[in-house]
């Protein structure tokens, strides 16, 4: 079966750092695109960034540009997402998900990161 | 920057037929996809490029475009339908992927 398992939420100030981590099995993960999306506390779902198979096209939202870098390690079939300068409005549950054709197939759980003084 | 408008809440009887719309400039040239998300759960697609089901989905989802909109359509829905749907695009370019602010779906 398919399985994402993110990691590496947390609580931060504003202005620090995390590292977002996403456990694929179950599937051949060099072969697929991967995209981080997450969710405010009781609001939408919000895309934040693509990546290829081969990790060399990367794509963000403009919120998100300059400050959220994705990247992949295929040899350990992990995504991650590096947050840096991160705002009040980052808070969120952070989702990783499959693509297939452009349509999410898989979702991980999600882990959730809080930005607060 | 680009986005996607939902209503944002639909109500309907058990039985009844629930369209939920979602409204975008590039719609004729992109596919539409919706997920569905029930309260602390991941969400689960529904429909892809525009109007294919996946696998396990009942048959009572479908989805449709024209021009700048796409419907979701859950004909005689069911209480277990009830949830947030999501609509997702992407821009002209293809670069930007959006959502749409979602849709409260209540069944009763």
């Known amino acids: 079966d398919v399985q994402l398992v993110e990691s590496g939420g947390g609580l931060v100030q504003p202005g620090g750092s995390l590292r977002l981590s996403c456990a694929a099995s179950g599937f051949n993960f060099k072969n697929y695109w991967m995209h981080w999306v997450r969710q405010a506390p009781g609001k939408g779902l919000v895309w934040v960034s693509r990546?290829?198979?081969?990790?060399?096209?990367?794509t963000y939202a403009d919120s998100v540009k300059g400050r959220l870098s994705i990247s992949r390690d295929n040899a350990k079939n992990t995504l991650y997402l590096q947050m840096d300068s991160l705002k009040i409005e980052d808070t969120a549950l952070y989702y990783c998900?499959?693509?297939?054709?452009?349509?999410?197939?898989?979702w991980g759980q999600g882990t959730l990161v809080a930005v607060s003084s | 920057s680009y986005e996607l408008t939902q209503p944002p809440s639909v109500s309907v009887s058990p039985g009844q037929t629930a369209r939920i719309t979602c409204s975008g400039d590039?719609?004729?040239?992109?596919?539409a996809f919706w997920y569905q998300q029930k309260s602390g759960q991941a969400p689960v697609s529904v429909i892809y490029d525009d109007k294919k089901r996946p696998s396990g989905i009942p048959e009572r989802f479908s989805g449709s475009s024209s021009g700048t909109m796409a419907t979701l359509t859950i004909s005689g829905a069911q209480p277990e339908d009830e949830g947030d749907y999501y609509c997702?695009?992407?821009?002209?370019?293809?670069?930007?992927?959006?959502f749409g602010g979602g849709t409260r779906l209540t069944v009763l």
């Open positions: 990546i290829d198979p081969d990790g060399e096209i990367t």
């Open positions: 590039a719609l004729p040239k992109k596919y």
């Open positions: 997702f695009s992407a821009d002209r370019n293809g670069d930007q992927r959006v």
């Open positions: 998900t499959r693509s297939v054709n452009a349509s999410f197939d898989s």
